[in-house]
């Protein structure tokens, strides 16, 4: 095994625990706290894979901003950030199945592909990936119009989220 | 590197999703600077500009046949006949939903409404022409987004909240899934151009089992939209607690933008293991319209009864989908049919609930009593909108559901078409049961009148219109869907 | 990877870290000279000449100082909160350039400890992990006081995050990178402070906010709320957050003028390079009065005007300079930016002074 990938299975572990935690956990804000963690461990695999933007931006998103509100509204409602009922219903053994045959299906399914075996191939070192995203995102060739939407899709969610929050007298 | 240079004529297709920003952005304006007492006109700027937006898209940029059918911006978007036809739906619709949302008490005077509406028609005409999966993952989410929002629009309101939190939940879960499908997808073939899948699958020696697996993941999301079975437990509690008009919205041009995506993604990526995917469609099929039509029996909630039947017509359309064959585009074809005659049906089905609910403030069959001598007008369109569902000559919905049966007999497969005719019979059952409502029983309501707004007389107008004019004239529509299938390839 | 390299990066982490631990001790005593000073006091002078001890001094008593955890505290969490303030205040310097290219004992070593291509982006991403610490530790103290603190703190600190990154931009356009290596490169003609003026300025206003310095210094307000979010800590643990709060000064200082003062080129610096760090800790220096200096003069701002200051003026006043700093790019005519960018600042400070003084006169407030 190459260090990398010791790191990698190291922080899977960790990240896979985590997101265990995020769900068993009573307080959220612990539960909060663990999702941080999830959210840091995957931003260790993007720089695992030589992505180091992606994982400034998932830092800088998820970490510095999404977690960061959540954690801020739990506070506001600290109240109720104990969960003292019970833990899973009496459905939980289908559902324990239903993951299971899922897990089952997909790793089946990924087991029948060749191209786990082929290794990447290294990038260029004159490549200059942050420039070619960011020309990528404006280019009429490139992913302008997915750009613009997200843009779209951006403006929508703010106002919707307004009008829902807004309390009316 | 990506480039690319900016073609002036690429404007052409997307021209409609820019007019209806534009449009969007209209009623933001008058929304700030309109006195209170106007405020309820914003829906027929809404339904105006939409529809001075179909016209001009109809002379205009109407997909020339002289031209092949064209990539643009980067093979992000396909300009052809396809998304071009369910463009016009999808603008139909929000049209006729602006001008019924305009009688609405709570939702009709904000310009927000009308804002969300537009925004998640965007993604609608987007997602008819998105020929790249990340295109597409951003079509569905700008579609889906605002529609969240639309189904808990009245905050006040509980079942309503209800209504947009669980559509929120249930569709967060499924395009999670189908992102994962894409993303497996794009990991496979090494690309996210939908059109260039097929090729990749073919020459790259991807197993069958693979590909279908994937499939799967990527039918889960796109059944979440159109509500087919077992992914259909969201549509009757949303329908019920969303505002009307929203509800009619959802029931049609969020469903008919699912198909369109589903029908362009199966034909165009996964054309290879169409045998596969058929059979799994074909069994989909029969659970979505038996259950859809077993639960619609029993409903004492109108708009509970038009979800479950919404849900059976899913199944009838996906009919349609599960007899596509190599040598033939009838199947195909009478999906797109099948569709356009649904959306206008449906959306006169829920104008008319609307109507009644707005006056009456109550969705239980029992209330609908004696509807016929209150508005005679309206009883008659709700007997051509429940007829037309029910599949009755020479209602638009008789049309389709024989092209959509005749499409599966040309498949061979004769039994599920017998299972369709079954299964219209069940729901001819509980449409009558509900004109029987309203045009035999009596109640002591019946003096009291029933004010139809100017907006919802001329939208069912044209709704009716609609339904008898597919009926009674089904050459051009029919050549309309056989079309746009061809467009497609 | 030699063994080598990997030393050369063990000790250039050692000397970063212990530079600024003494920084951090020295800057204590720079503060409450400077302050005494201006107030025309004395200051320290009782440890060691001129009080050159007294950092160590307060060291020593900080160390055998009693520790209390509170009883009904998160004591996980509680102890944690310090530990979580610190990290992101000293590896926010990692990716800063503190000198060029020096020879020392046969070998090129590079003055500073890892160049990204994300550089810019690696200080948004640590700065927006640091609020952390101040929300957990007001959140696990069980404390009111301490709770509003970091409910405070967390949206101070969220909102004029907004401002700081729009800030980074201006340096990012101007060099074409998001390396701090390379936008040092490019101000060997000129500083950036020159073209973005605003930007500095914005750039320094968001950072006080950032690091909880007067006058925006709310999550600790004494008057307010006693100590804030560090109510409950004493010892070791409260000295955490202290050094957390003056290593950050010292890092945004020298954030600020690697992006808009020339990082640790100046005078002779080509032919000397020894001289890189040398400039630098001089520009940090004359950024750190600046800061005492403002805590000296400017009184604490209300809680809900500094909102209204962060998203209402601040925010969009960066929106601004990014789109005038881009027209100017774009143009190739970079002297416009700064005219046009002053002339928006400038309208912009009569537009609320305007408005200010209507509301003084119809007393609504």
New interface residues.
Partial sequence: MTPLQIIFIIVAVITLFAAIKVVSSRNLVHAALWLILVLFGIAVFFVILSAGFFAAAQVVIYIGAIAILMIFTIMLTRRVARDSGAQHNSNWWAAAVLSLLLFTGLSWILSRWQGFQSTAQPMLESADPLRQLGEGLVAPGGYLIPFEVASILLVAALIGAITVAWERK | MISGTFNPSMILSILPEISILVLGFLVLFFDLFLSKEHHDKLGWITAGGLGVIIIGCLLVIRPNESVLQTFAFGGMIRYDWMGFTFKMLFLFSAAITAMFAMGMEKIGKRGEFYLLMLASTIGMCLMASAADLIMLYLAIETTSIPLYILAGFITQDEKSTEAGFKYLLFGAMTSAILLYGFSLLYGFTGTTQIYKISNIIQSGGIPTELSFGVLILVIVGFAFKISAVPLHFWAPDVYEGAPTPVAGFLSTASKAAGFSVLLRVLLIAFPEILPYWSAFLVAISTLTMTIGNLLALTQKNIKRMLAYSSIAHAGYALIGLGSITYDSFFGMSSVVFYLIAYVITNLAAFGVVAAFGRVSGSDDIAAYAGLSRRSPALALAMLVAFLSLAGMPPFGGFVVKFIVFAAAVQANLIWLAVVGVLNSIIGLYYYLTVLKVVYLYRSEDEEKPLPIPRSYSLALGVLVTGILLIGIVMAPWLNLSIKSVVSLF | MTTGSVWEWIIKSVVIVFGLLTGFAYLTLLERKVLAKIQVRIGPNRAGPMGLFQPLADAIKLIFKEEIIPSRA?KI?FVLAPIITVIPALIILGVLPFGGIITLFGRQISLSLAD???GV??I??????S??GI??A??SSNNKYA?LG??RS??QM?SY?LAL?LSFIGPILLSGS?SLHDIVAAQKPLWFVVYQPVGALIFWIATLAEVNRAPFDMPEAEQELTAGYHTEYSGMKFALFFMAEYIKMIAVSAIAATLFFGGYRFVLEDQYPILGPVWLLGKVIVLLFGMIWVRATLPRIRYDRLMAFGWKFLFPLALANVFFTAIGIVLEKLWLIPLLTIAVFLGAVVMVGISETRRWRSHVF
Avoid: F, K, P, R
């Avoid at chain 3, 948004?124 to 992990?129: C, D, E, L, Q, V």
């Fill in positions: 998160d969490i990204l291509n994300v982006l690696y948004t991403a640590i700065a927006s992990i609020i952390y929300v957990l007001g959140w709770m970091g409910i967390s949206a969220i995050e990154g998001m």
